[in-house]
């Protein structure tokens, strides 16, 4: 966002809690990774803050861009900490991912992603196979992404490419935080994938499905539609969280402590720079407010 008057870039203005802005709105989406925990522990003020906005009124839905269906993920918030009572359902990138197989029964997929997430097909008319005989490629994420980056891949990525396979990108991450390290997401090798002339299809946030989705749940927790403007959107990464939300006609409100802490100077909750900050949003819509970590 440019200053009117002169080049100046102008930061996103800083909130002290979600207190001050909870009370205009009805729905709530919040991001889980960067925002409820880090990969290793969950952060106790954001689950408070959620459980303090579901007692003024608030639908709060967790909205993931986990792999995986989202009773595997209620499971890791349990496990992390996480309360139930801060949030009334989950809707995750598996969950869309699952609708996009459903439509198309008995069709022959290669999974490329890690033994973990191979719940992702229960129940599914699907048939898993070898690349020579797949139909399409469902990619949940990287075989071991402790040490491996796209580049790795280069070489699967052009023979699925040579067959023209559809790659069903059931994370579009980039990177997420596990820890103080980042770490690479089946959204790198989509954009890998497209990046040599493949076809990607997307089932998480930034993409309209997944908000599609959300919204329907909301409706059936009770109290009907919920019209966009009365949605707050809460995530740490300005491609997935900030812009879907935007592109949505939601409100955001942004973590900064997360996957852009590092080039924003905001490390261990720190408050970022603002000129990091301007910077970062220089050429997008801005939220409606930024935090450092989520708290009331």
Known sequence: MIDGAKDKLVAPRLVSGLSEIADDYDLILCDVWGVMHNGIAAFPAAGAALERARAGGARVLMVSNAPRPNEFVIAMLDGFGVPRTAYDGIVTSGDVTRDVLAARPGV??????????????????????????????VCTGLLNDDVETPKDYAERLAAMQARDLLFVCANPDLVVERGETLVYCA???????????????????????IYDVALRRAAELGGG???????????DALRTDIIGATAAGFDSLFISSGIHAEELHGENGSEPDAEALANLFSDHAHPRGVMPRLAW
């Not at 997929?109 to 033994?115: A, I, Q, R, V």
């Not at 229960?122 to 196979?129: A, E, I, K, M, S």
């Not at 989509?190 to 993409?207: M, S």
């Not at 539609?225 to 995530?235: D, K, Q, S």
């Open 108 to 137: 022959k997929l290669f999974h490329l992603g890690p033994p973990r997430d191979l719940g992702t097909f229960n129940g599914l008319d699907v048939t898993p196979t070898d690349l020579a005989d797949a139909e399409l490629v």
């Open 187 to 209: 959204g790198a090798l989509a954009q890998l994938y497209e990046q040599i002339g493949g076809r990607a299809i997307y089932c998480g946030k930034p993409h309209k499905p």
């Open 225 to 235: 539609e919920v019209r966009p403007e009365r949605v707050l959107a809460i995530g």
